[in-house]
């Protein structure tokens, strides 16, 4: 979220974009802003949020970007069923998941548990990683050209890429042992920053990140896909929300240390710690003990790339998740070109502007660890009353007329968005079988990449013409209307209660 500000030789601000965002968030997502000059510390990276595309640069005439939701980030994933849809068309209803296997792995609290802290280590370790990347890449980019299109090439390399390449990614885990897939995707991920820490030419620079985007787009949906199979279906939202405030880490650090690290090692060492960041989160998953799979069915249904799509057309609640969450999607971008104008609105500069984000990303924290407590039996309601939650506090925002409330509008909708995302993922990985799990993971992060792509289309216009409150009523508006398409969730009792 954010917009920008340019001197005659300012650099750029730059975001990265979280369904992803994936704080774990739907709308959020991990941000650089590359702010003063080129040869100012770059530091600068870390202090703020910018987001926008090329299109909304004119804002503030300075160069804009939004990068993609990273692969390990914001998720915003929901198959839920509703208590009052019998589904007769659902041609799956036999195969999901109703009640989750029990899995090997899940014989005692104790070993389950230490395989989740494993798994969300990992995740830590690559998205921090990953994040100060990020904002080395887009440093470097934008110092060797100083040029708005060529950092939003670098973006879109990155965005457009999983958009296109995360449905695709999502078979591997789903035909191959997903543990085999999360270490192939980790170290290829690593080859790839060792080779950025030797390219010098933007173009060389680009073409690398799209290699990387390509080779971590397996990694997420494989790692949410094999959850179920390391715990007791009772901890499955624990398991979640400490996967997904692990994630909210790695995105709070890795920008603050991109920063700090460029300034004091420069690019090429940053791309290096990546690199073996990746190897560590190789190594972490290795050590998990238990199975990353069940049973694997022949069913004519789950067979090929497009599978995942298959089951949620053929599945009445996740059709009607999938309209609910485009609908979201589309909404929010708006919001994230709308932050820094509302921050210079009301006077209160870029420290004001950055802590417009944090509140948010501190919510998803907190949402996050309280999902944990979660069960089958209360993921509808949390996703039903949640989404109600941020469209209130969306909307709380184009009213309100100082920072301060404004604050704890954000940090209410970070709470409730990070509660939705642990409580979609949860319903999600109890209703789509194993045999097609990762696909339809990955099937519904496309569709909803995909809008969230789209919001970018309009929401520099809808800023310059309306103001940035007017984006946040937007949002809310959009939100209230997902809220409403969700709303029977919260008579859903458990898996079962949708058969």
């Known amino acids: 979220m954010g917009g920008k500000e340019r001197a005659p030789h300012a650099a750029a601000m730059a975001e990265k974009a979280t369904v992803k965002p994936r704080a774990n968030s ?12 080129i040869d100012q510390s770059p530091s ?29 980030s914001t998720r915003a994933r929901a198959v839920l069923g509703l208590g009052s849809e019998a589904r007769p068309a659902d041609t799956h209803t036999s195969r999901s998941s109703a009640s989750l296997p029990e899995s090997p792995m899940a014989a005692t609290s104790t070993s389950h548990r230490t395989a989740v802290r494993r798994v969300t280590a990992a995740q830590i370790v690559s998205i921090a990683g990953t994040q100060a990347a990020e904002i080395a890449l887009l440093y ?92 007791l279906a009772s901890d499955l939202a624990w398991a979640n929300g400490t996967i997904s405030f692990g994630r909210s880490i790695g995105f709070v650090v890795g920008p603050a240390a991109g920063g700090l690290l460029v300034a004091a090692l420069g690019v090429p ?14 190594g972490l998953v290795l050590t998990v003990r238990g199975s990353f799979a069940g049973a694997r069915s022949e069913d004519e249904h789950h067979r090929g790339l497009r599978a995942g799509f298959r089951f949620i057309a053929g599945d009445a609640t996740l059709r009607r998740m999938t309209l609910a969450f485009a609908v979201f ?44 407590r979660l069960s089958a039996t209360t993921e509808g309601p949390a996703i039903a009353y ?59 992060d496309g569709a909803v990449l995909g809008t969230f792509a789209l919001s970018f289309l309009f929401a520099g216009a809808v800023v310059d013409a309306l103001g940035p409150k007017a984006a946040y009523a937007i949002a809310g508006a959009g939100c209230a209307i997902c809220a409403t398409i969700l709303w029977p969730l919260r008579h859903r009792q458990g898996p079962e209660a949708s058969r």
């Not at 909307?395 to 704890?408: E, H, M, T």
Request: proline share 4%; glycine share 10%; charged share 10%.
């Open 26 to 37: 739907r709308c959020r997502t991990t941000v650089a802003l590359i702010s003063g000059r």
């Open 329 to 372: 999607t589309l909404a929010v971008g708006s919001v994230l070109v709308a932050e820094l104008p509302l921050a210079r609105s009301l006077g209160v500069g870029s420290i004001g502007y950055g802590l417009i984000a944090t509140a948010f990303g501190a919510g998803a924290l907190g949402g996050s660890l309280w999902a944990r």
């Open 140 to 231: 470097a980019v934008y110092q060797r050209t100083g040029s708005a299109a060529w950092v939003s090439a670098a973006l879109l390399c990155s965005f457009g890429t999983l958009a296109v390449a995360t449905p695709l990614a999502g078979s591997l885990g789903d035909k191959f042992d997903r543990r085999v897939v999360m270490v192939a995707s980790d170290l290829a991920g690593a080859a790839c920053f060792a080779a950025l820490s030797l390219a010098r030419s933007p173009s060389s620079l680009l073409a690398l990140a799209f290699v990387a985007a390509l080779t971590s787009s397996p990694f997420n949906a494989a790692a949410d896909a094999a959850v179920p199979n390391l715990v």
């Open 44 to 72: 600068a990276l870390s202090r703020t949020r910018a987001g926008a595309l090329v299109d909304s640069c004119r804002h503030d005439h300075v160069p804009v970007g939004t990068s993609r939701p990273s692969p390990r």
């Open 386 to 444: 949640g989404s109600v939650t941020t469209a209130v506090g969306f909307g709380a925002v184009s009213l309100l007329p100082s920072i301060g409330p404004i604050y704890g509008a954000m940090l209410a909708s970070g709470a409730s968005d990070g509660v939705v995302d642990v409580a979609a993922l949860g319903v999600l990985q109890r209703r789509a079988p194993d045999a097609v799990r990762s696909r339809v993971l990955s099937a519904f």
């Open 269 to 282: 060492a940053v791309f290096l710690i990546n690199a073996g960041s990746f190897v560590v989160s190789a």
